[in-house]
């Protein structure tokens, strides 16, 4: 997960592909999304490496927090 994070607040262009291909569950997904927005703000404060490490740190956390974090796919919605 915090490999798609990085590539996504680094704006390369394997992050535009949809979360299906990326290969993430509706949870991991809400994670994504939370630990992209956490790490584009570190970014303004505090620079590019100091976001990844965030983004690195709390992908691990949230992710061991939510056993993985692999919840179905089935019924995904776009986070709120």
Known sequence: MSYWAKETLKGSKAAGIDWEQK??????????????????????????????ALIDRQARERCAARNGATGSSENWRPPR
């Open 23 to 52: 290969g993430l569950s509706n949870e991991q997904y809400a994670i994504h999304e939370e630990i992209v927005a956490a790490g584009r703000s570190e970014e303004r404060r505090q620079g590019r490496e100091k976001a990844l």
